[in-house]
């Protein structure tokens, strides 16, 4: 069974552009989750949606949004980028709302410069 | 608010120690969730356990086994006769229902050959 698959893997942009990264969950996985890996914050929740809905959000500006579509496919976007959104962003998808149960699986990331 | 704290941020260990990787968590809610996660090098996270907080049973699979004490509020985890394929960055992770995800800082455990 295929994994959850990010695109694009690597991207640079510089300060204030936007970038959108996408995520596929595994098949039958109705819920997407989004999280920031840097060195310096560590791992941290962006948001999670689930069929279709945004059921919780972590403590990200608002330049911070996300959308799933109806074949749960997952989008996030940036906007007006800042240097210190350079990081890993990573996407994980689960059966049930992931954020309550944890069994989350875990794509590669999309690794952000911004330049 | 939630807190998830790995006091040791890097541990190395010659192949087939044994290892204890500390977790400890603070939260004023009684129903939550503890995870440890596995970064390999190649950035994805593996989930390897949750316990939830009604659950104080230690568990074991294979060569790792985890340790919950609720009265110190830690989640400790072990990995026993260590190997090279266990070098990776460990999260401990807390949920608590309807809230967010709260990962720690991560230890980086580097088994050498």
């Known amino acids: 069974k295929a994994g959850v698959t990010q695109t694009p893997r690597y991207l640079i942009k510089t300060r204030g552009q936007q970038v959108t990264l996408s995520c596929s969950p595994i098949?039958?996985?109705?819920?997407v989750s989004w999280y920031q890996q840097t060195p310096g914050q560590g791992l941290q929740f962006l948001f999670e949606y689930f069929s279709e809905t945004q059921r919780n959000k972590g403590n990200f500006p608002g330049r911070f949004s996300g959308r799933q579509f109806s074949n749960s496919r997952s989008e996030m976007n940036v906007s007006t980028l800042e240097l210190g959104d350079s990081a890993l962003y990573l996407c994980a998808s689960s059966l049930a709302s992931g954020v309550n149960t944890g069994e989350l699986f875990f794509g590669e990331g999309s690794r952000l410069t911004v330049l | 608010a939630q807190k998830v704290t790995q006091a040791q941020t890097e541990i190395s260990v010659v192949e087939k120690e044994d290892v204890t990787l500390d977790c400890v968590y603070e939260t004023r809610d009684t129903t939550y969730y503890l995870f440890w996660y596995k970064q390999p090098p190649s950035g994805e996270l593996v989930f390897l356990i949750r316990r939830n907080s009604f659950d104080e049973q230690n568990e074991i699979s294979g060569r790792y086994s985890w340790n919950f004490q609720k009265s110190t509020s830690s989640f400790n985890f072990t990995i026993t006769a260590s190997q090279v394929v266990d070098s990776a960055v460990y999260f401990c992770?807390?949920?608590?229902?309807?809230?967010?995800?709260?990962f720690g800082p991560g230890t980086r455990l580097s088994v050498l050959p």
């Open positions: 098949s039958g996985h109705r819920s």
């Open positions: 992770a807390l949920s608590n229902y309807g809230q967010n995800f709260v």
